[in-house]
C-alpha cells in the first residue's frame, strides 16, 4: 500500500509500504478521509513530546472496512466507520473507571502505533463505529474532534441557558465549541480571533458576537461586552501564552476556563493569586472516551453540528506534508485541512 511516513523532523516520505494484514480480532480499515490535527502538525514539526520513527502520522480519520479478522461479528467489508484514535488497554485503573483516553497502557493512532496517512489501517473493532450514509467520510473525520469538544463542555458546571461564553481561538476547533456553546443555550457566545474571516464564518456558526484581537484588546473588550464582570465559561482554544493569561483575565469571579488548546511553550505571567482571588476553575481536556467518540455521530448525522463549512482544504496522501504545513501556516484561508486516501 502508499502510506506517508515520517522519517524525521521535517521529513515525510510518500512511498510503499507492506499490506496490513488483520490479526485475530482485528479489522483491516480503508481509510477514506483523514483530519489534520495539531497533534500531528507538532510531531512533524518535532515540537510534541516523544517520538516513534518511523511512524505513519495521522489519527483523526474514517473509511471502509475492507477485511474482517477472525473472531469478530458485528462487522462485514464495505461497513462505513469512523475510527477513534484513543488507545486503550480497557483493563488499567483508568480504563475500568471509564476514563480510556487516559489508560496507563494506552496512546495514540499515529503516535504510538502507525497512524492513517495511509491507503489502509489496522483498528480493533471497539475503535470502529459505524456511520450512516448521510455522514460523508470527510465529516466523519471530525468524530473524534466534535467528541472532544463536547467532552470538554460537559464538564463545565455554569454552561447552559443564559451562560455567558467567550472562545478564544477560531481554528477547526474553535468553531466546534463555538456551535456547541450556541446548543447548549449559552445567551452570549464571543468568537476571539484574529482573521476578519474566521470571525464573520464564528457568527454565520452560532456567536452572537465577535472581537477582532487584531483591532482590540480582547480583555477591555470581553469587559466591556458582560459590565466588567467578566464571562462565566472561557474557551481557551488557540494554545498559545497570550490567549492562555487572558483567560484568567477575562474570566468572571468563580468562572470556569476550559484549556482546550495545547502548545509545547510554557506560560509566564499566571499569577495563582488571579486563581485565589476569582475562585477560577480550569479543565484540562485529553482526547475522547468511548463514549464521547460514539456521541459525535447523533451531532454529526442531523448537522446540528456543521463541519462542512470549517472544512477549506482537501489534498491527496501524496500531498500529507504540503497539507501539514498548509494547516500550520493558517495564511490565507486556511481552517480545516484533509488529507484523503
Ligand atoms: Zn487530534
Ligand atoms: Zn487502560
Redesign the pocket.
Known amino acids: 500500500m502508499k502510506a506517508a511516513v515520517m522519517h524525521d523532523v521535517s521529513n515525510i516520505v510518500f512511498e510503499e509500504m507492506p499490506m496490513p494484514s488483520p490479526s485475530m480480532g482485528e479489522l483491516l480499515v480503508r481509510v477514506k478521509s483523514t483530519r489534520v490535527c495539531a497533534t500531528d502538525v507538532n510531531m512533524y514539526r518535532g515540537r510534541h513530546p516523544g517520538s516513534f520513527l518511523p511512524r505513519i502520522l495521522g489519527h483523526e480519520c474514517a473509511g471502509e472496512v475492507a477485511e474482517v479478522g477472525d473472531g469478530i461479528s458485528g462487522f462485514k467489508p464495505g461497513d462505513r466507520v469512523g475510527i477513534d484514535p484513543v488507545i ?5 485503573y ?2 475500568r473507571m471509564g476514563k ?1 483516553n487516559l ?4 496512546g495514540l493512532m499515529g503516535r504510538e502505533a502507525n497512524g492513517s496517512f495511509a491507503e489502509y489501517t489496522i483498528v480493533t473493532p471497539e475503535r470502529a463505529v459505524k456511520i450512516p450514509e448521510s455522514i460523508s467520510f470527510d465529516v466523519a473525520s471530525y468524530m473524534e474532534a466534535t467528541g472532544s469538544v463536547y467532552r470538554s463542555l460537559c464538564m463545565t458546571r455554569l454552561l447552559g441557558p443564559g451562560a455567558s461564553v467567550a472562545v478564544l481561538g477560531l481554528g477547526s476547533i474553535g468553531m466546534l465549541q463555538t456551535q456547541f456553546a450556541k446548543i447548549a443555550g449559552a445567551n452570549l457566545v464571543i468568537g476571539v480571533s484574529r482573521s476578519q474571516w474566521k470571525l464573520d464564518l464564528a457568527l454565520q456558526l452560532g456567536a452572537n458576537v465577535v472581537v477582532s484581537a487584531k483591532e482590540e484588546d480582547p480583555v477591555e473588550a470581553i469587559m466591556r461586552l458582560t459590565c466588567h464582570r467578566g464571562v462565566d465559561v472561557v474557551i481557551e482554544a488557540a494554545g498559545v501564552p497570550d490567549t492562555i493569561r487572558q483567560s484568567y483575565e477575562m474570566v468572571r469571579s468563580g468562572g470556569e476556563i476550559i484549556q482546550y488548546g495545547i502548545g509545547p511553550t510554557s506560560v509566564d505571567g499566571i499569577n495563582t493569586f488571579l486563581q485565589y482571588y476569582k475562585e477560577i476553575t480550569t479543565y484540562g481536556v485529553r482526547a475522547v472516551t468511548y463514549n464521547d467518540f460514539s456521541s459525535s455521530v447523533k451531532f454529526l448525522e442531523d448537522q446540528t453540528i456543521r463541519i462542512g463549512p470549517i472544512i477549506t482544504h482537501r489534498l491527496p496522501l501524496e500531498q500529507t506534508a504540503e497539507g501539514l504545513e498548509l494547516s500550520e501556516r493558517q495564511s490565507g484561508k486556511v481552517l480545516g485541512v484533509v488529507i484523503n486516501s
Open positions: 486503550s488497554c480497557g483493563k488499567c483508568f480504563c480510556n489508560c496507563e497502557n494506552g
